[in-house]
């Protein structure tokens, strides 16, 4: 008489032939031992993943379903959550028994484990090195991926994944070196791996692109030497360049923080103002000449509108004005005594 998982079992493998899921295959792995599975989950589409064909065991007991079963990568993949050294996933269900429920699906828990793959948890990661490389450097943990994937497709032909623990290297030989030393040449060398640690910290120290601080720009030497390179390069002689150069500053300080020397120059203009206005009222309070021609007087300014065309803040002081009419009234008296 069959035991109860068993036929637990039985069912399952009828249900997963009668509604297949993309990319998870799973049977038992001999008919004698029913208890012992194999399964198939291939890489999720649309990501990194996506290609990689990861081979499991399922190990169930007589208390199944009443407890998960155990599983195991066979192709372990360098993913956060599954152990490096014993292939076991990180799945909660599978992990405490307290979150296991027996209508979990063996395409369930197949289907947690494929959406694991291009969905780590940091926060409970079982491979630290993984961990930390997806942290800290996505770039390697992606080519690590796809790494993954290419091995696994490997090991899936039937043929041996392209990533070995061990590189062996033969050293050429040296012709004109003597034949003892020939003999240690042709020795195999065994390369091992190093640490993302290890490797990341010997790179950033040799193949960096920082510039440092003694570095100098070849082309500022160059313009700095040759005169004529600078005439080429930016159009005009070095004396011109350095007027232009004061020029835009100049202009540019002008347009950024404003002038601070238009005093001087408004006091320049405020002088001239005045003397035009002096030299204006001059023609008004002197006496016409008889012989003036009317053309002429027709040019001279009205006083309104001369005192409409000067600014207020230029007008003549109380005093300026009585020396102006002291001046003109002697004016008008010694034409008179003088005809």
């Not at 990533?163 to 290297?169: A, H, S």
């Not at 003892?180 to 950033?204: C, G, M, P, V």
């Not at 002291?326 to 008296?333: E, T």
Request: hydrophobic share 35%; aromatic share 8%.
């Amino acid at each position: 008489m069959q035991s109860r998982a068993r036929l637990l079992l039985e069912k399952e493998q009828f249900k997963m032939k009668k509604d297949p899921v993309w990319g998870i295959t799973a049977q038992p792995l001999n008919e004698d031992d029913w208890f012992t599975w194999e399964a198939t989950v291939k890489g999720p589409k649309d990501t990194l993943w996506e290609g990689g064909i990861f081979k499991l065991y399922l190990q169930f007991n007589e208390n199944y379903n009443c407890i998960p079963p155990k599983i195991y990568f066979h192709t372990v993949p360098f993913h956060p959550n599954v152990d490096p050294v014993s292939g076991i996933p990180c799945i909660d269900f599978l992990d405490n028994q307290e979150e296991w429920k027996e209508y979990y699906s063996i395409n369930y828990m197949l289907l947690s484990i494929q959406m694991m793959l291009s969905n780590p948890i940091l926060d409970y990661s079982v491979n630290v090195e993984a961990a930390k490389m997806c942290h800290i450097a996505p770039s390697a943990y992606k080519q690590m991926i796809l790494e993954n994937v290419l091995a696994s497709k490997r090991v899936d032909a039937g043929l041996k994944p392209h990533l070995e623990n061990e590189i062996e290297v033969t050293k050429p030989e040296k012709q004109e070196q003597p034949a003892k030393n020939t003999e240690q040449s042709n020795k195999r060398l065994q390369i091992a791996k190093i640490s993302f640690d290890d490797y990341h910290s010997l790179w950033s120290g040799i193949a960096t692109t920082r510039p440092v601080p003694s570095s100098k720009n070849p082309l500022n030497e160059m313009l700095k030497s040759d005169s004529k390179l600078q005439a080429a390069h930016f159009g005009m002689e070095q004396e011109e360049l350095q007027e232009e150069i004061k020029k835009q500053i100049a202009e540019h300080n002008s347009l950024t923080y404003g002038k601070f020397d238009q005093s001087t120059e408004k006091a320049k203009d405020l002088e001239e103002l005045k003397a035009t206005r002096i030299n204006m009222l001059k023609q008004i309070y002197l006496p016409k000449h008889q012989g003036q021609d009317k053309s002429t007087q027709s040019l001279e300014p009205s006083s309104a509108s001369l005192s409409a065309s000067i600014p207020k803040e230029i007008e003549p002081s109380e005093q300026e004005v009585q020396d102006l009419l002291n001046w003109s009234s002697n004016l008008g008296n010694n034409d008179v005594a003088f005809s």
